[in-house]
Nanobody, 117 residues
Framework: QVQLVESGGGLVQPGGSLRLSCAAS????????MGWYRQAPGKQRELVAA???????NYSDSVKGRFTISRDNAKNTVYLQMNSLKPDDTAVYYC???????????WGQGTQVTVSS
């Protein structure tokens, strides 16, 4: 059974930092592209950052320079370090694991991030 379990969300003031973690089980973690998505109320889910099995990263323009995605294949865990947080970063953040061959796509349950003074 595949599980993606996020942790690290919470309430933080503008300008603060949070580190999200996503622990995966039931998959060959090192073969998956891992990503973080977010969904704010009334908005569509959007990609925040992703890291391929080879370590290549990509970020949405809105978080470039502030967020860093990383993975630890030995721990089957992907991280999202979020710095200089803004109120617009408030959303539920979801962990995603996807692979093209065979085509598979898994989601975590989400963790709430609220940026407010």
């Amino acid at each position: 059974q595949v599980q993606l379990v996020e942790s690290g969300g919470g309430l933080v003031q503008p300008g603060g930092s949070l580190r999200l973690s996503c622990a995966a089980s039931g998959i060959i973690f090192s073969s998956y592209t891992m990503g973080w998505y977010r969904q704010a109320p009334g908005k569509q889910r959007e990609l925040v950052a992703a890291v391929t099995s080879g370590g290549t990263t990509n970020y949405s323009d809105s978080v470039k320079g502030r967020f860093t995605i990383s993975r630890d294949n030995a721990k089957n865990t992907v991280y999202l370090q979020m710095n200089s947080l803004k109120p617009d970063d408030t959303a539920v953040y979801y962990c995603n694991a996807r692979r093209s061959k065979p085509r598979t796509n898994y989601w975590g349950q989400g963790t709430q991030v609220t940026v407010s003074s």
